[in-house]
């Protein structure tokens, strides 16, 4: 079964065909990066100018790459949910505009479960259930996958997201957008104990998360120093913030982990791709004979081969959407159908 996957949930424009749920044929990305790093984050309505120029070029060369036609295409799978709506509405009119022509099936996919299903890609090995840390630029979640549709959300922030805040204090520091990446390498050269940071507690929940307060205590301490005329050393506070996440991620997953019995883990999301998050999660999986499983680092941000992979599944399952799908702006991972 070929599936066309096409995502533009926020500043990536991407289109890719994969083969029975695990075979990539093509996978096509049409980035925004240079653009919005003028304005140090994403632009919204610059995103879906952006997305409208592109998709058309982007589905058409994921074809291309994968040698095929339209007309070969069993399924297309697309990004409705969470996101920006002007970019997801790209998406989502673009792909419908085609299933409708094609008489092709139109296929719904959650953004998130997209992300988990980045691990069937690389791992084809694992399946449900299991427990999956997703943590990116909007979102912090644990997550039961109960199975290949059906998701329950074990733990999330309560505030902010990891890779928020992740950007966020990476601008403080004066590193460009996007500032995640810049942070994991200064930090290689920091000494993660060079600077305290709190650790935010978080009442009624042991699994959620709070970054917020983490967030606004780099930006403070930052801050601080320039009025006393001090120097931050960016490469020990980028040190200090990444132990820190990477500390609060693995924790909560353990403890998650132990109270569902759960001895296989995953890790998926654009801050999968942080070497700090990735270590600590292999150390303690290890240290506890927990299986982990994590995406290749081309895996971790948006793409389109994710949409793919998890549209052959939500396929599998029977779920599909007609010409009434809408884009969804927030959508609980556990609502697995669409909302028209």
């Known amino acids: 079964m070929y599936i066309l996957g096409i995502e533009s ?3 990536e424009t991407a289109a890719s065909v994969v083969e029975d749920g ?3 044929l093509s996978s096509v990305i049409a980035t925004q990066i240079a653009e919005h790093q003028l304005y140090g984050g994403v632009v919204p309505e610059i995103a879906s100018r952006r997305h409208l120029e592109n998709i058309q070029p982007v589905v058409s060369q994921a074809l291309d790459e994968a040698g095929l036609t339209l007309a070969q295409i069993d399924g297309i799978a697309v990004t409705f949910a969470p996101g920006l709506i002007g970019a997801l509405l ?3 009119s673009y792909a419908k505009g085609l299933a409708m022509a094609l008489g092709k099936p139109l296929i719904p996919v959650h953004h998130l479960a997209g992300h988990i299903a980045a691990n069937y890609l690389a791992h084809p090995e694992l399946k449900p259930p299991y427990l999956c840390v997703v943590a990116s630029g909007g979102h912090s979640h644990i997550v039961e996958v109960k199975s290949y549709t059906a998701f329950s959300v074990v733990g999330r922030t309560r505030d902010d997201a990891a890779g928020e805040c992740f950007d966020k204090c990476a601008r403080v520091l004066g590193f460009p957008y996007p500032g995640g990446v810049h942070i994991d390498r200064a930090a290689q050269t920091g000494d993660p104990s060079f600077y305290t940071l709190p650790t935010p507690k978080v009442a009624g929940s042991p699994y959620d998360m709070s970054f917020s307060g983490l967030k606004t205590a780099v930006i403070n301490m930052a ?3 320039k009025q006393k005329g ?5 490469e020990h506070l980028a040190a200090a913030l990444q132990d820190k996440i990477s500390s609060i991620l693995t924790e909560k997953a353990m403890a998650a982990a132990e109270a569902t019995g759960y001895r296989t883990i995953a890790l998926a999301g654009g801050v999968s791709a942080n070497s700090g998050v990735r270590s600590a999660l292999q150390t303690a999986c290890d240290q506890r004979g927990y299986q982990l499983y994590m995406p290749p680092l081309s895996l971790c941000g948006d793409n389109a081969a994710m949409i793919a992979c ?4 939500t396929a599998q399952a029977g779920i599909f959407a007609d010409e009434s799908l809408n884009a969804v ?5 556990e609502t697995s159908f669409p909302i028209g």
């Open 230 to 234: 001090e120097a931050i050393i960016p």
């Open 223 to 225: 801050h601080n120093a």
């Open 310 to 313: 998890q549209g052959f599944y």
């Open 90 to 92: 790209v998406g989502v």
């Open 22 to 24: 695990t075979k990539i």
């Open 329 to 333: 702006a927030t959508l609980s991972l």
């Open 9 to 11: 949930s926020c500043d």
